[in-house]
C-alpha cells in the first residue's frame, strides 16, 4: 500500500456520460497530480494541485476538470466522455510542489467507456 | 518542451544483467528517477539519482548517469522473472512542478 488512495478501482461508463475520480493522498503530502495512460500514448501529465491550488496543467482536455479540498484529497471529473478516454488515470502526491521527493503513485482507476 | 526517450522493449534471461537506458534534453535536470509498473498496478518509485552524482548503487540496481551526454541507465543484477513490469525513466528541473516521464520500457525475464 503506497498510501494513496485512489477510488473506484474499475469504471465502466458509456459515451456521453460524466464520471468522478477520486484521490487521497499519502499523509502529509500537499501536492497531487493527476496522470492518463493509455496503451499507445504513455504517461500522459493531467493537472497538479498544491495545498488546494491549480499549479501546473499538462495536456488536460477541456471536458475534464480537477479540483482540490481542503482536506486534501482531489477529484477528477471527465464529462462527455468519448471510447478514446478509456485509460488507466493515476493519482500521485509529493510532498512538496515540485522536485526531489519524487512522487507516490496510487494503483489507478481503470475506465473503460463503452 | 522536456523530451524523455527509451526503447519500448528489452528481453533478458533470468540470471542475466539487464540495462535499461534513458536520454533527456533537458540541460537543467537536476533529478533523474527510475518508476517500476508492475501489470495492473501504479508506478513505485525505485531509486533517483542527483544531478551532481555519476553513480548511485541499491543492492542489485546500478544508476548511471552520464550529464554530458544526457543519458541515464538502471542496471538491474542478476535479473529475477519478477523484475518483468514497465521502467519508466523522469526528470525533474529545479523549480519545476512535475516530473517529466519517458515512454516506458516493456521488460521481459525470460525463465
Known amino acids: 500500500d503506497s498510501g494513496v488512495t485512489q477510488t473506484p478501482k474499475h469504471l465502466i461508463t458509456a459515451t456521453g456520460q460524466r464520471v468522478t475520480l477520486r484521490c487521497s493522498p499519502r499523509?502529509?503530502?500537499?501536492?497531487v497530480y493527476w496522470y492518463q495512460q493509455s496503451l499507445d500514448q504513455g504517461l500522459q501529465f493531467l493537472i497538479q494541485?498544491?495545498?488546494?491550488?491549480?499549479?501546473a496543467k499538462g495536456n488536460i482536455l477541456e471536458r475534464f476538470s480537477a479540483q482540490q479540498f481542503p482536506d486534501l484529497h482531489s477529484e477528477l471529473n471527465l464529462s462527455s466522455l468519448e471510447l478514446g478516454d478509456s485509460a488507466l488515470y493515476f493519482c500521485?502526491?509529493?510532498?512538496?510542489?515540485?522536485?526531489?521527493?519524487?512522487?507516490?503513485f496510487g494503483s489507478g482507476t481503470r475506465l473503460t467507456v463503452v | 518542451g522536456e523530451d524523455v526517450e527509451q526503447s519500448l522493449f528489452l528481453s533478458v534471461r533470468e540470471g542475466d544483467s539487464s540495462v535499461i537506458n534513458c536520454t533527456y534534453t533537458?540541460?537543467?535536470?537536476?533529478?533523474l528517477y527510475w518508476y517500476k509498473q508492475e501489470p495492473g498496478a501504479g508506478l513505485q518509485l525505485l531509486t533517483y539519482?542527483?544531478?551532481?552524482?555519476d553513480m548511485k548503487q541499491d543492492q542489485r540496481l546500478t544508476v548511471l548517469l552520464n550529464k554530458k551526454d544526457k543519458h541515464l541507465s538502471l542496471r538491474i543484477a542478476d535479473t529475477q522473472t519478477g523484475d518483468s513490469a514497465i521502467y519508466f525513466c523522469?526528470?525533474?528541473?529545479?523549480?519545476?512542478?512535475?516530473?517529466?516521464f519517458g515512454t516506458g520500457t516493456r521488460l521481459t525475464v525470460i525463465p
Open positions: 500521485a502526491s509529493s510532498v512538496e510542489a515540485g522536485y526531489g521527493s519524487g512522487y507516490t
Open positions: 499523509s502529509g503530502d500537499l501536492s
Open positions: 494541485y498544491y495545498n488546494g491550488e491549480e499549479r
Open positions: 533537458d540541460s537543467s535536470s537536476t533529478y
Open positions: 539519482i542527483f544531478s551532481n552524482m
Open positions: 523522469a526528470e525533474s528541473s529545479t523549480g519545476a512542478n512535475n516530473l517529466f
